[in-house]
Structures are given as C-alpha cells and as structure tokens.
C-alpha cells in the first residue's frame, strides 16, 4: 500500500493490448478473478453497479489460472463491459501478490495502491475502498 501499482501490461480476452498506465488521472480497481470462482459471481453484478455509480471508474480484470473460453463465457454471461487481461504464466499475479481470487486493488489516480481487498468484495467494502481513490 502506499507504493505505485506494478505494472500492467498484456492481452485482453478481446485480444486488445492493454497497459494499466494508460489509466492514469482515474480512479483504477484491479481485479484478479476466475471462472471457476464461485465469490467472483456475486462481484460482478457489483462492478456493474459500480460503473454506473462512478462514471470515472475504470476496471481492469485479471484472469488467474483460468483459460479463455471459460473467462469469455463468463464475462459474457455476467454482461462485463470492463476488460479482462489474460496471465497465462502467472506474471501478474506474482507480482500483485495473489494468491487465489478474487483479490482486488485500489489504485489511485496517480497510479498509488491506496488499499487491496482479498476475498470478495461487498457493497459496503467497495465504497469504503472506492472513497480514498475516487476524489
């Protein structure tokens, strides 16, 4: 915490490249999920919501150990509109420190990790969290 977010970079399910960098100057949630994550179904409708909350939200999913064409059924099952980057070797994920989804990371519009959410996240954790990065 308190330290700028490693960085970002890779494929998205879409097959667009994707950098985190190119976020700066908005508020960021980095979030490490999969398929097969059952607390992952409950998160998404939540960053829906949260999308249309805070229209300067940007997210930025991560796949764990998961392939595409699980992710992709998912993502389209749960009407993500947000971009998914693949972590086929586990980069992303040993760099964020994550051990098993879904984790989430706060980053604020400089690019700082204000605070990181492991396990899932509810309404009320997301607001907290959102507050110190959202301003």
Same mark, same amino acid.
């Given at each position: ?30 979030? +490490?999920? /999969? =398929? &097969? ?8 409708? %939540? ?7 805070? *229209? ?21 099952? +749960?009407? /993500? =509109? &947000? ?8 980069? %992303? ?7 098993? *989804? ?34």
């Amino acid at each position: 915490m308190g330290q700028f977010a490693p960085p970002l970079r890779g494929t998205t399910l879409d097959g667009t490249a994707l950098d985190l960098a190119s976020f700066r100057g908005h508020p960021v949630l980095v979030n +490490f999920w /999969a =398929s &097969w994550c059952v607390p992952c179904r409950s998160e998404f409708p %939540l960053f829906k919501d949260a999308l249309a909350r805070h *229209p300067d939200l940007v997210i930025v999913g991560v796949l764990f150990q998961d392939d595409a064409g699980s992710a992709k059924a998912f993502v389209t099952s +749960f009407g /993500a =509109s &947000w971009p998914s980057v693949l972590d086929p070797n586990g980069t %992303l994920a040993n760099a964020y420190r994550v051990v098993a *989804p879904p984790q989430s990371y706060f980053i604020d519009r400089s690019g700082v990790i204000r605070s990181r959410q492991i396990g899932e996240l509810t309404l009320d954790d997301f607001e907290r969290q959102y507050s110190a990065i959202g301003s």
